[in-house]
């Protein structure tokens, strides 16, 4: 499966944006998606992620309350809504696929088949 990543940007703080990570295959269905984040001068940082059918997603602690990840399975993609963005928001975002099925989100998780990344900065 291969995943494409779309819908970065410039926003100043406070605004919103909207990634998309669009899979090849259907079968994308089937696997749990995150989403991780690599800031300049920083490694990678987890962000949230959503399991194979949306029932259940997790979030880092600095996402909580501001990021939603949704996912349409008939689009074969994967959102993630943001809002209140900061600064310290700036970074590349890319997506990830874990390659065993039906798992459940978690930071924890090795993600494989990862997009090129957009890029999303933010400006105060």
């Known amino acids: 499966v291969q995943l494409v990543e779309s819908g970065g940007g410039l926003v100043q703080a406070g605004g919103s944006l909207r990634l998309s990570c669009a899979a090849s295959?259907?079968?994308?269905?089937?696997?749990?998606i995150g989403w991780f984040r690599r800031a300049p001068g920083k490694g990678r940082e987890f962000v949230a992620s959503?399991?194979?059918?949306?029932?259940?997603?997790a979030y880092a602690g600095s996402a909580e309350g501001r990021f939603t990840i949704s996912r349409d399975n008939v689009k074969k993609t994967v959102y993630l809504q943001m809002n209140s963005l900061r600064p310290e928001d700036t970074a590349v975002y890319f997506c990830?696929?874990?390659?065993?099925?039906?798992?459940?989100?978690?930071?924890?998780?090795?993600?494989?088949?990862w997009g090129q990344g957009t890029q999303v900065t933010v400006s105060s």
């Open positions: 990830g696929l874990d390659p065993i099925p039906y798992t459940d989100p978690s930071p924890e998780r090795r993600l494989t088949s």
């Open positions: 959503i399991n194979w059918s949306g029932s259940t997603s």
């Open positions: 295959e259907r079968s994308f269905s089937n696997y749990a």
